[in-house]
């Protein structure tokens, strides 16, 4: 049980790939492999902070006042991160730029309290916070890297091809995150309808 509740957030219903939430940032700040990795973690010490206060609170919160209070709880987790981002990772900070303060809104936060945190016990909520957070920047991982390779030729500002590759600009541009993403998503449906009908003839 322990281990399903922090695996279910990276690979089953993992925030991007299975519910197709957080789109907003998910799409905006992975024009390279370390500002995915950079949001993803950020999202993930807010997902962890606002699950384990949410599951300490969820008995005393009135039922008509839950998502209020919901959002103030994350919205505190947010300034928090903010705060220290831009004190102790001032350029990465600057980088990211609004997307940091608009975690508050981000659905897979919210979700994962209302669904999850607000019906569970302080472990299982850490537990699901922190599989929610890893599947959520191993995806800004994958598609920040993806994007900076093809785009640049880079990964972490590294050059990988010499100075004769030709970038795709389109790559690091909007409609550049909906082909990679896109792509992303069939080869994860891919994989799993082939585990599927294996499983099926196994049986």
């Known amino acids: 049980m322990k281990i399903s509740v922090l695996t279910d957030g990276i690979f089953k219903n993992n925030p991007v790939m299975k519910q197709v ?99 569970n016990n302080v472990f299982y909520s850490l537990l699901d916070g922190i599989g929610s957070g890893i599947g959520f920047t191993l995806t800004l991982f994958v598609l920040g890297s993806v994007r900076e390779i093809m785009g640049n030729g880079t990964l972490f500002g590294i050059h990988l091809f010499g100075p004769h590759y030709s970038p795709s600009i389109l790559m690091i541009l909007p409609p550049g995150a909906f082909m990679v993403l896109g792509f992303l998503m069939a080869i994860n449906n891919f994989v799993e309808e082939r585990k599927r009908i294996k499983a099926g003839d196994q049986l």
């Open 21 to 119: 939430l957080g789109l907003c940032p998910t799409l905006a700040v992975t024009t390279s492999a370390i500002n995915g990795i950079a949001m993803g973690l950020a999202t993930m010490g807010v997902l962890m902070g606002s699950n384990v206060v949410v599951s300490l609170v969820k008995n005393i919160i009135p039922p008509k006042v839950r998502i209020p209070a919901f959002i103030v709880i994350i919205a505190s987790f947010v300034t928090v991160i903010d705060l220290m981002m831009n004190a102790y990772l001032h350029d990465l900070h600057k980088l990211l730029g609004l997307f940091i303060p608009l975690i508050v809104v981000n659905c897979i936060v919210l979700g994962r309290a209302e669904s999850f945190a607000s019906k």
